[in-house]
Protein backbone atom coordinates (compact mmCIF):
# COMPACT_ATOMS: atom_id res chain seq x y z
CA UNK A 1 0.00 0.00 0.00
CA UNK A 2 1.54 3.34 -0.73
CA UNK A 3 2.31 5.81 2.53
CA UNK A 4 0.41 9.16 1.87
CA UNK A 5 2.50 10.83 3.99
CA UNK A 6 5.77 10.08 1.59
CA UNK A 7 3.70 10.38 -1.56
CA UNK A 8 4.70 13.32 -3.85
CA UNK A 9 2.34 15.72 -5.73
CA UNK A 10 1.28 14.83 -8.90
CA UNK A 11 3.76 16.16 -11.51
CA UNK A 12 2.40 17.06 -14.18
CA UNK A 13 -1.14 18.92 -14.50
CA UNK A 14 -4.01 17.41 -16.06
CA UNK A 15 -5.91 18.44 -18.96
CA UNK A 16 -9.42 19.62 -18.38
CA UNK A 17 -11.72 16.58 -17.84
CA UNK A 18 -9.03 14.18 -16.31
CA UNK A 19 -8.14 12.27 -13.33
CA UNK A 20 -5.37 10.24 -11.71
CA UNK A 21 -5.34 7.71 -9.15
CA UNK A 22 -2.57 7.36 -6.81
CA UNK A 23 -1.88 3.68 -7.10
CA UNK A 24 1.01 1.63 -5.45
CA UNK A 25 2.98 2.20 -8.99
CA UNK A 26 2.42 6.66 -8.93
CA UNK A 27 -0.37 8.40 -10.56
CA UNK A 28 -2.06 6.86 -13.05
CA UNK A 29 -4.75 8.30 -15.74
CA UNK A 30 -8.35 6.89 -15.47
CA UNK A 31 -11.59 7.35 -16.98
CA UNK A 32 -12.37 11.49 -15.50
CA UNK A 33 -14.52 11.16 -12.21
CA UNK A 34 -16.46 14.46 -11.26
CA UNK A 35 -15.43 15.71 -8.12
CA UNK A 36 -17.37 15.15 -4.98
CA UNK A 37 -18.76 18.17 -3.02
CA UNK A 38 -16.26 17.60 -0.03
CA UNK A 39 -13.30 17.39 -1.89
CA UNK A 40 -10.49 19.67 -2.00
CA UNK A 41 -9.73 22.19 -4.36
CA UNK A 42 -6.55 22.98 -5.06
CA UNK A 43 -4.44 26.18 -6.42
CA UNK A 44 -4.42 24.78 -10.24
CA UNK A 45 -8.30 24.07 -10.06
CA UNK A 46 -8.04 20.42 -9.27
CA UNK A 47 -9.87 18.98 -6.94
CA UNK A 48 -8.11 15.77 -4.02
CA UNK A 49 -10.43 13.56 -2.58
CA UNK A 50 -10.80 13.47 1.05
CA UNK A 51 -8.31 10.15 1.27
CA UNK A 52 -5.89 11.98 -1.36
CA UNK A 53 -6.31 9.19 -4.14
CA UNK A 54 -7.68 10.97 -6.80
CA UNK A 55 -6.81 14.18 -8.61
CA UNK A 56 -9.54 15.94 -11.32
CA UNK A 57 -9.34 18.55 -13.32
CA UNK A 58 -12.92 19.60 -14.28
CA UNK A 59 -13.39 21.28 -17.78
CA UNK A 60 -14.64 24.50 -15.93
CA UNK A 61 -11.43 25.99 -14.02
CA UNK A 62 -13.09 27.13 -10.89
CA UNK A 63 -9.49 28.94 -9.76
CA UNK A 64 -9.98 30.99 -13.00
CA UNK A 65 -6.78 30.43 -14.45
Known amino acids: MTDLVDVAE ?8 TSFLLTDEGWQSV ?10 LLADGSFRSLDGLTRSFPLDNPAGD
Open 10 to 17: LDEQGEPG
Open 31 to 40: AYEPPEHDWE
